[in-house]
């Protein structure tokens, strides 16, 4: 009764945004086709709040895609020695799928394929339970994790060489999209320092550019023979030498030559935090999709709105359809970035990625068709 009492305030609450002339989310936004926000998936302690922010926050501001970064946060029953501690249930995504499906917004589950397998002294689930898949199985994960460092650990990486890889993450890429009942899924593949490794017995010597766009592949063939799309994050396919722009927000181990390798039908979530860049030009003249990806300064997302309508209003009939819109990204958590945007956080200043996700969609409203 409690369950169905919360469905019957969701869809009253959001037909009544739907009502409003300033918060209309009944049609597609011709102007930004994309208004998306990206998220750690909450623990089921905070997921009545966090639905509340759905339907009170996002949906009138006119988002309409939630990238939800699920990881093993969730119960899976293909792979149950995966699960975190404190995931999220079945039932628990389909209360997140109602929900959005009453305010019109669709959502894309996240795990982090390839890239992402530890963080700083913590290995992943994947790699702590079958460590058989490490790309670098000799560099340990030290007990007090600092950056540099002479392993250039960043995060671990599996090999996508390994005959029994696919196999499980497959599982539970199926189970994410079946359970989030999405047509689309995001792998993540961003930061990936450690691949074609020569340590490794599968990868050592060949091209990392190859061995990067064969995994794009792979996931890429498998969602698209269930109808269903990946997103990935674009920055392994920036040359980070040549531009500038870095090995984080760019390549520094030659993955970027892969840009030419993968399917034209891969969506590209072009992340850039101190500048507004231009390279969703790049992917677009390259025959991708691509969206823009601010983090944590206002300024900046502002003025990447700006470009992405400048975009898609002086292109040509070829290119303009390529650049599908924004997407916020936030790193701190689900429960962290609720505490301070609802005000709970101590301190003068606001977390900068909540003045940032004011800032996108206070510019993306002043050139919405919605409005």
């Not at 019109?104 to 339970?129: C, F, K, M, Y």
């Not at 969602?223 to 396919?237: E, F, N, Q, V």
């Amino acid at each position: 009764m409690k369950y169905l009492l919360s469905l019957l305030l969701i869809s009253v609450g959001c037909t009544l945004y739907s009502q409003n002339a300033e918060t209309l989310i009944q049609k597609p936004d011709k102007t930004l086709p994309v208004r998306g926000f990206c998220i750690s998936a909450p623990k089921p302690a905070k997921l009545d709040e966090f639905i509340r922010f759905i339907t009170e926050e996002l949906a009138p501001r006119q988002i309409n895609t939630l990238i939800l970064m699920v990881n093993y946060d969730f119960r899976f029953e293909s792979h149950p020695e995966l699960n975190e501690e404190g995931a999220l249930s079945k039932a628990d995504a389909k209360r997140l799928v109602e929900t959005c499906r009453k305010c019109n917004i669709t959502i894309i589950p996240e795990l982090d394929l390839l890239g992402h397998q530890s963080w700083e002294a913590t290995s992943g689930a994947l790699l702590r339970v079958y460590p058989e898949f490490d790309e670098t199985p000799l560099v340990k994960i030290p007990e007090k994790y600092v950056w540099p460092n002479s392993d250039g650990l960043y995060c671990k990486s599996y090999c996508p060489l390994h005959p029994g890889v696919h196999k499980i993450v497959f599982d539970l890429v199926d189970e994410l999209c079946d359970a989030f009942e999405s047509d689309s899924f995001h792998a993540g593949m961003d930061e990936v320092f450690y691949i074609g490794e020569s340590q490794c017995p599968r990868c050592s010597g060949k091209d990392k550019a190859e061995l990067f766009a064969g995994e794009v592949t792979a996931i890429r063939d498998h969602l698209s023979g269930k109808g269903r799309r990946l997103w990935i994050w674009g920055d392994r396919l920036i040359d980070g030498k040549t531009t500038g722009i870095g090995e984080w927000e760019g390549s520094f181990n030659n993955t970027y030559r892969a840009i030419d390798m993968i399917p034209r039908d891969v969506m590209i979530c072009d992340w850039h935090y101190d500048r507004p860049d231009q390279t969703p030009v790049y992917f677009a003249m390259k025959g991708f999709d691509v969206v823009t990806c601010p983090w944590n300064n206002a300024s900046s997302a502002a003025m990447q709105v700006q470009d992405m309508l400048k975009f898609r209003d002086h292109s040509s009939a070829e290119m303009k359809d390529h650049f599908m819109g924004m997407v916020q990204t936030v790193w701190s958590g689900a429960e962290q970035f609720l505490d301070s945007f609802y005000g709970r956080k101590t301190g003068k200043d606001e977390n900068p990625e909540v003045s940032c996700f004011r800032s996108l969609c206070g510019e993306m409203k002043k050139s919405s068709d919605l409005k």
